[in-house]
């Protein structure tokens, strides 16, 4: 293994998504997280690639220099807005879309890619430490969790995150991970997010 293959992963999730396959009818639940899940690809502007889609998680990554914390919410800000407008579409027949959610994990380390096929698989302690952030302890449904790992590889920072977002560790198996995040509900939103 090379020691250069830095690389940030980004896991989009959906919330809630356990309840709503159990509560819609197979065939009707299958074109709706469908949908959902290809508005999310259709927003993506920042060139990440797709390692796999896992049922309700999307796992994204990209090689080299973290995209800026910027960039980072503003792309969940546009796959969250585009996910809540397919949302509205179904809200009426199926009101138990509305208890889904989106939540993004951004991380940062090492990481290698190998080839499978056609497929384009990661590997390494980042990508599994990605994962274990998904299980966390974050009141909310929508935000976005920035780990520690990323913010110190981040170039240009837009404020001073010692004293923005909500900072927490968590107690994993392999010792604490630490992050900030921010709660969607109560973000500031980019003015322009359209997807």
Known sequence: MSGDNQGMVFIVDISGYSHFIRDVDPTEGLIIIRRLLSKIIDCNR???RISE???DAILFYRMGIAPSVEDVV???AQMRNAFKRII???QQKFPEIGQ???KAIAHYG???EFKIDRFSKLYGNTLVDA???LKNSIPSNAYVMLSTDYLEHVEEFPFDYSTCGTYQCDIYDVGSLCYRYFPFDVWDMPK????
Do not use: K, T, V
Request: proline content about 0%.
């Open 46 to 48: 920042l060139s990440f």
């Open 53 to 55: 889609i896992e049922g």
């Open 74 to 76: 503003r792309q969940f």
């Open 88 to 90: 509205l579409l179904y």
């Open 100 to 102: 889904l959610e989106l």
């Open 110 to 112: 090492h990481i290698e």
């Open 131 to 133: 994962h274990r952030l």
């Open 192 to 195: 322009d997010l359209s997807c």
